[in-house]
């Protein structure tokens, strides 16, 4: 099984301020990786896929680059609505695999 | 409006079973490999099981392997997910995501249906 490990846990900052969020596999996969956004009592949403292609209506704050095993996800300056917690996912091997999360909070 | 509606699912005890299902609507629901995902109280997601779209190719994350299988109906454009020897680790809220096409990054989602097993 492919283990995503992102970092930071947590990231504490202001609107405005850019973030820059780790994603980091186990082993090789490729260009296969998804970021996501969850705010609390929602459903995640799908932000990245293939590791910088933006989903449909996504902003273009939200950047993606990477490959084989670090990957990182960038917002360029944060928005008040952009203060959730951020998954990476891979679909290069079975099983699918979620990163343990980023929390970007408030400063 | 790509639609996806999770039901089926409620309050269970140890062993037990439960079917959850996911209407959808708004896409051409046979184009698109399905998933499920699930999210433990508190904590992060975890993928569950997918289905491709013709519904000929299955796989299951190792936890609910032998135990739950995911089935489809494209005449109906409904998901299946049907869970046996339920666990208390299987608590958590289930969400039905649909699949870029074949591939399985999830592009919608529903609203997720709660699953709670205890005595």
């Known amino acids: 099984e492919i283990v995503l490990t992102q970092s930071p846990a947590t990231l504490s900052l202001s609107p405005g301020e850019g973030a820059t969020l780790s994603c980091r596999a186990s082993?090789?996969?490729?260009?296969?990786l998804a970021w996501y956004q969850q705010k609390p009592g929602q459903a995640p949403r799908l932000l990245i896929y293939?590791?910088?292609n933006r989903a449909t209506g996504i902003p273009a704050r939200f950047s993606g680059s990477g490959s084989g095993t670090d990957f990182t996800l960038t917002i360029s300056s944060l928005e008040p609505e952009d203060f959730a917690v951020y998954y990476c996912?891979?679909?290069?091997?079975?099983?699918?695999?979620f990163g343990g999360g980023t929390k970007v909070e408030i400063k | 409006e790509v639609q996806l509606l999770e039901s089926g699912g409620g309050l269970v005890q140890p062993g037990g079973s439960l079917r959850l299902s996911c209407a959808t609507s708004?896409?051409?629901?046979?184009?698109?490999?399905m998933s499920w995902v699930r999210q433990a109280p508190g904590k992060g997601l975890d993928w569950v099981s997918r289905?491709?779209?013709?519904?000929?190719?299955?796989h299951y994350a190792d936890p609910v392997k032998g135990r739950f299988t995911i089935s489809r109906d494209n005449s109906k454009n409904i998901l299946y997910l049907q869970m046996s020897g339920l666990r208390a680790a299987d608590t958590a809220l289930y969400y039905c995501?649909?699949?870029?096409?074949?591939?399985?990054?999830?592009?919608?989602w529903g609203q997720g249906t709660l699953v709670t097993v205890s005595p």
């Open positions: 082993q090789s996969v490729s260009r296969y």
């Open positions: 996912q891979q679909r290069n091997n079975w099983p699918l695999t």
């Open positions: 289905i491709s779209d013709s519904g000929s190719d299955t």
């Open positions: 293939d590791a910088s």
């Open positions: 708004g896409f051409t629901f046979s184009n698109h490999a």
């Open positions: 995501a649909k699949g870029i096409a074949a591939a399985s990054s999830f592009e919608s």
